[in-house]
T-cell receptor, first 114, second 113 residues
Framework: DAGVTQSPTHLIKTRGQQVTLRCSPK?????VSWYQQALGQGPQFIFQ???????QRGNFPDRFSGHQFPNYSSELNVNALLLGDSALYLC?????????????FGPGTRLTVL | DQQVKQNSPSLSVQEGRISILNCDYT??????FLWYKKYPAEGPTFLIS?????DKNEDGRFTVFLNKSAKHLSLHIVPSQPGDSAVYFC????????????FGTGTRLQVTL
């Protein structure tokens, strides 16, 4: 049973560029959430996708956008990259959108912006 | 505004002894609390949770205590094992926002031989 998978593992970009990160949820899960974990901090909620729509959003600018596909996989897009966007980006999945089901996290994508 | 706080960045405990990790929160609307463990190069792994209607939840060596009046929770690990060495995150959420977890900054636990 595959858990949450993310690609790529590491990524290096320069300021102003755009980046796309990918996530496949755990088998049987239909809800995907994205988190940003800066160095020395806890993960911060970016947004959640359920039924191919953004359902909840944290305090992140519009430069951060996403998409969910019919197979429940998801992408996180960040435009006009800033140095401060350097972080570990975590994807988490669960079932049923707003249920109390436990979230399972992927290993993350380490983004470095130079 | 840090709504979930873990004031101890690190903790060192001898193998076999008790590890106590603490977490404070400021938002009284939080009604469900979770602990996650994170090893390097891996995502956070769910450990144990507690609803605000309870004051204790136990799962094997792990027990979480919740003191709502003090807005404080703690994770007890007994006995501590070297494999428990990891970063532990406290997280909280509101009813109906299952995916929107608010995390603390984490406590690095080192269990020494």
């Amino acid at each position: 049973d595959a858990g949450v998978t993310q690609s790529p593992t590491h990524l290096i970009k320069t300021r102003g560029q755009q980046v796309t990160l990918r996530c496949s949820p755990k088998s049987g899960h239909d809800t995907v959430s994205w988190y940003q974990q800066a160095l020395g901090q806890g993960p911060q909620f970016i947004f959640q996708y359920y039924e191919e729509e953004e359902r909840q959003r944290g305090n992140f600018p519009d430069r951060f956008s996403g998409h969910q596909f019919p197979n429940y996989s998801s992408e996180l897009n960040v435009n006009a990259l800033l140095l401060g966007d350097s972080a570990l980006y975590l994807c988490a999945s669960n079932t049923g959108g707003f249920t109390t089901d436990t979230q399972y996290f992927g290993p993350g994508t380490r983004l470095t912006v130079l | 505004d840090q709504q979930v706080k873990q004031n101890s960045p690190s903790l060192s405990v001898q193998e076999g002894r008790i590890s106590i990790l603490n977490c404070d929160y400021t938002n009284s609307m939080f009604d469900y609390f979770l602990w996650y463990k994170k090893y390097p190069a891996e995502g956070p792994t769910f450990l144990i949770s507690i609803s605000s209607i309870k004051d204790k939840n136990e799962d094997g060596r792990f027990t979480v205590f919740l003191n709502k009046s003090a807005k404080h929770l703690s994770l007890h690990i007994v006995p501590s094992q070297p494999g428990d060495s990891a970063v532990y995150f406290c997280a909280a959420r509101f009813t109906g926002t299952a995916s929107k977890l608010t995390f603390g900054t984490g406590t690095r636990l080192q269990v020494t031989l």
